[in-house]
């Protein structure tokens, strides 16, 4: 429990703070988990004021790029000044950039990228979004990988619960491993006992059972070692051809589950919090022990 929870809360996260649909749909997310970049869309509601969210991303992720989209207009807060409070505040911690929409005015552009730049300090960037959404992509895709929001890692990596399988083959014994994790080029699995496989062997059609998404793949084997009476496989994903990775469509496939495992528990740790902080400002009388940063219960 104590591995899985530290594996939610730890690892970069980025986070787009009232962003428009329109301009950063949020389909886009799923499509940078395929470049190693976790990213979340935060936006103002009723249930828990905006500042409030942040606060509490800050004390949770605390390795976290905060992009805030700040021609959105949202009730109580002054761009300039909040952003500049949490550059004063936290800058230390987190990585803080701008988004805004594209001005047609050079003179309003400069001033603004001055203002936030330089005079607040701010390092995650300041960027225009263009007004068609598929440029944006390209955009925020670029600033990301300058600011290193893949963090240490290459791939998103998710957990797997205790029903995910990988069966394969080898010399003609059969191995039912259980699935612990998997990303777009590795998984690693395990099974009971002390087996052998000589490393760097190719497996043909090991079979995947993941969270309900099955297929077949071959892997090659890169670590093998003995812990805790079990034998622990690290493989990485290999084409029929030889080269190493996925087909294009069983990338897309398990990107897609991927995408739904790691989010998941973040958006659920989230949500909980959320409410709780909210119910706190509707309800004076309201005391809550809750504190964001106990989190073994939610997960």
């Not at 428009?20 to 249930?47: A, F, K, M």
């Not at 790029?65 to 936290?90: A, C, H, S």
């Not at 701010?122 to 929001?149: H, P, T, W, Y």
């Amino acid at each position: 429990m104590a591995d899985a929870i530290t594996h939610v809360l730890e690892g970069r996260k980025t986070f787009f703070i009232a962003t428009e649909q329109s301009l950063l749909p949020e389909s886009y997310l799923e499509d940078y988990l395929v470049h190693g970049y976790e990213t979340y869309v935060i936006s103002d509601d009723r249930n828990c004021p905006l500042h409030k969210k942040v606060a509490s991303i800050i004390s949770i992720f605390q390795d976290s790029i905060l992009f805030f989209y700040i021609d959105t207009e949202v009730p109580g807060i002054n761009w300039k000044q909040y952003i500049k409070m949490l550059q004063e505040r936290y800058g230390e911690h987190v990585l803080i950039g701008v988004l805004y929409s594209k001005r047609h005015n050079e003179e309003q552009r400069k001033e603004l990228e001055k203002y936030y730049l330089f005079d607040v300090g701010i390092q995650g960037g300041c960027i225009a979004l263009e007004f068609q959404k598929a440029k944006n992509f390209s955009l925020i895709d670029r600033v990301m990988f300058a600011n290193q929001a893949s963090g240490r890692r290459k791939n998103v990596r998710a957990l797997c619960d205790a029903n995910s399988k990988v069966t394969f083959e080898y010399g003609n014994v059969q191995y039912n491993c259980k699935l612990n994790d998997i990303s777009l080029s590795h998984f690693s699995c395990t099974i009971g006992g002390e087996s052998y496989i000589p490393l760097y062997e190719k497996i043909k059609d090991a079979f995947i059972d993941l969270s309900g998404l099955h297929f077949k793949t071959d892997a090659i084997l890169l670590v093998q070692r003995l812990t805790n009476h079990n034998t622990l496989f690290v493989f990485i994903f290999s084409k029929a051809d030889g080269s190493q990775g996925l087909n294009a469509d069983l990338k897309r496939r398990l990107s897609e589950k991927i995408y739904q495992l790691v989010t998941s528990k973040v958006k659920t740790i989230l949500q909980l919090v959320f409410d709780e902080v909210g119910r706190g400002e509707r309800d004076p009388h309201y005391h809550s022990s809750f504190k964001p940063e106990d989190l073994r219960r939610l997960l």
